[in-house]
């Protein structure tokens, strides 16, 4: 504590006016200042209306015991923490536990020891101090996830629709009559634009992620039939890459599960894919839903993932040593950590295999429901 800093306040409860005197001499050599009560009333209304860093409390007193007064500072929000020590001539076990039942931290025993006592005084402003220390600090935490909260509200409103005019304009622009190298520069514009919305979203949902969890709406859905719409969207920049892509979706029956979510997990999945696939090459999308599981396995042909980096790679701003972007466009790390928030929000896991004879199959797997059985 610095020599600015208020001296802290010991609070002497009790009706004994001799005591309160003897108490207070006892600490005129401690730097602190010293507040008295004659009653646990009187004690209770101080420490309501006062800063009190540590309270003496006699137990014998009438009216208000030292007992219920205790019990009633510890049940206030406002005073809970403020450490008490009980002065009391009954030291029996049974009265200690009765204290500290009621919530005391310490006990003096009367008649008073000057040392015991203020060195019991001083270890109860050290937990008093560290305590508000460790409060304020929490404080400022809250307000700095208060400030990034709204830092990341106010990045995905204002980045949006500028976003979302860029595609829209882009979108049109890639015809067929125009020449290749056009249609190859609105491509790029259209990758640049899809993956700074996904990153500004993966942000957003990896932050809120990790403070509250996320949030699920679950519905039963088509998964597959949605899967399906997504893949058609990357047209445009699959035919720039010149990467084909094989769907095998074996899913007839509905899936249980949050499909704005997990349409989000395959976005990144395959544009995890087209980063690093081989112009001229090949993708391919297995579904699949089958004991008691939905599963989606993409398979890429492009440098693989070492086994030592597989489980790291879904770590927030993990990147693969060593692993060259084929495109040449830069990543955050954001993206797999958010697609195995989903995925375990969901109760699933999320994994790497290798493809043969090269690349990589990313696979993730979500739980379902028993299904009832339908009426003959």
């Not at 699920?216 to 859905?221: E, N």
Request: hydrophobic share 40%; proline share 5%.
């Amino acid at each position: 504590m610095s020599t600015e800093d208020p001296k802290q306040v010991v609070l002497i409860i009790d009706d004994d006016e001799l005591a309160r005197e003897a108490m207070t001499s006892l600490l005129l050599r401690e730097p602190v200042e010293v507040a008295v009560a004659s009653s646990g009333e009187a004690g209770l209304a101080y420490a309501a209306a006062n800063r009190v860093d540590v309270i003496l409390c006699d137990v014998m007193m009438p009216g208000m015991d030292g007992m219920e007064c205790c019990r009633r500072l510890k049940a206030d929000p406002q005073l809970k923490s403020v450490p008490v020590i009980l002065v009391t001539a009954l030291d029996t076990p049974a009265e200690i536990a009765r204290g500290l039942e009621a919530g005391a931290e310490e006990f003096v025993s009367k008649p008073v020891n000057r040392m015991e006592m203020r060195a019991r005084v001083r270890s109860m402003l050290r937990l008093k101090r560290q305590h508000d220390e460790l409060r304020e600090a929490n404080e400022r935490l809250s307000r700095l996830h208060r400030h990034r909260e709204r830092l990341a509200s106010f990045l995905v409103h204002d980045l949006k629709n500028p976003l979302a005019i860029i595609t829209a304009n882009a979108s049109f622009c890639v015809l067929p009559t125009q020449s290749a190298d056009v249609r190859e520069s609105m491509a790029d514009i259209l990758d640049a634009v899809w993956t700074m919305d996904r990153m500004v979203m993966d942000l957003l949902d990896v932050a809120r992620g990790e403070d509250e969890g996320l949030p699920l709406k679950l519905s039963d859905v088509r998964l597959g039939e949605r899967l399906r719409a997504l893949i058609e969207s990357f047209g445009p920049l699959m035919r720039a890459r010149r990467i084909t892509i094989q769907i095998s979706d074996t899913t007839t029956e509905r899936v249980c599960c949050d499909a704005d979510l997990l349409v989000r997990v395959a976005t990144n999945l395959l544009d995890n894919g087209l980063k690093y696939a081989p112009a001229g090459s090949e993708l391919g999308v297995e579904l699949t839903l089958s004991g008691g599981a939905f599963e989606l396995r993409l398979r890429d042909s492009g440098q693989g993932i070492p086994a030592a980096e597989r489980d790291r790679i879904f770590e927030k701003y993990q990147r693969v040593e060593g692993v060259e972007d084929t495109n040449a466009r830069s990543s955050r790390g954001l993206g797999l950590a958010f697609c195995r928030m989903a995925v375990e929000a969901h109760g699933g896991r999320i994994w790497i295999e290798e493809n043969q004879p090269c690349g990589t199959v990313f696979c993730f797997s979500i739980p379902q429901p028993p299904r009832r059985p339908t009426a003959p």
